[in-house]
């Protein structure tokens, strides 16, 4: 795991020149920045977004305050560069307690509709919040993440001109703030992005450097529809995904899903992910049990195994054995050529993104002001 860099000293001075700016440049709504055709996103935060909610949910994140030993921050398992993923099969908590699952990227979250493999969380505000208290992960008690909070002079000012409160910082509060930042993580800037949005005419043409993919990514576009690929990865691989499925990973299965309905058909199902920047996210599935998209390619090719609730689409339709893909060699090179065409560069390097606590870190509210 790579430690992100904590440089106290960087809030203090922010929270100097936050102080000074008059109440109306404070409270500028944040602007998520969308291409023509996206759908409204379907979660409700309970306030607005802004430019400094959006900041302080970004400290947050960054900051290991909120870990039970404040050694570790929610950025310890979500590395930008790895689309806010991981690139180990699970990692450790604030006590060398070992996780039991994989670590989901961040993106696009405003556009799901369920949180976590097995969807246990049903709103962003409500999902920033469990890593928080697992004892696997933070293992911090939001009462005790609140009374560090309103403890720490910084925090508790910047929350108030945030708020416009009065009095302390509450659960609502850090929940909306750690909710504004991760719904900020918006990502529509693929190579795929722009060639679809071509296609559909929804721009007049591609930027420059796409001119020449065009053509190229026909073939793979060809194999992922033909591998009926896109009937549980929808989107076209904009969204949040909302279905849960066995995939056949397993003949005996763990709750998955059921864990949290309580119903036996849920068994083994877990959260279809977005396929987005899915290139730089490995390993794959619940337990990260790929480490390549070779590997996961493999799986739905000929390796799918029977289970009592495995998904339809990977059943034969006569005999209800697991389906088999049955695709050429050039066939999965393909595949794997499509799903590199969804990694958003911009996303990934993304200054408003990145650490607030870094000496590079620049911030919306400053106007791109380092210091």
Known sequence: IEVPVYERQKLVQYYEKIKKLPAAQIHVPFKLTLPPGTIPPRQKLSWPMTLL???????LFYDPILSKNNGQSC????NQKYSFGSNTRVNLGVDGQLGIRNTMPLVNLLWDTHFFWDGRASTLEEAVLLPIESAIEMNLSIEEALAKLNKDAIYLALFRKAYQLDG???KVHLANALAQFVGSLVSFESPMDYLHRYDEKLIPELPNHLKDKTFSAMGQT??????QCGSCHVGPFLYGQTNFDDIGLDRETELGRAAVTGNPVDKGKYKTTSLRNIAVSAPYMHDGRFSSLEEVIEHYNSRVKSSPNLAVLLRKRESGKPLRLELTQKQKEFLVQFLQLLTDEA??????FANPFAPEAIYHLLSLSKF
């Open 53 to 59: 909610r959006v900041e302080l949910g970004r400290w």
């Open 75 to 78: 950025a310890h398992c979500h």
């Open 168 to 170: 302390k910082i509450e």
């Open 222 to 227: 060809n194999v992922f529809t033909a591998a």
């Open 347 to 352: 996303f990934l390097k993304n200054p408003y």
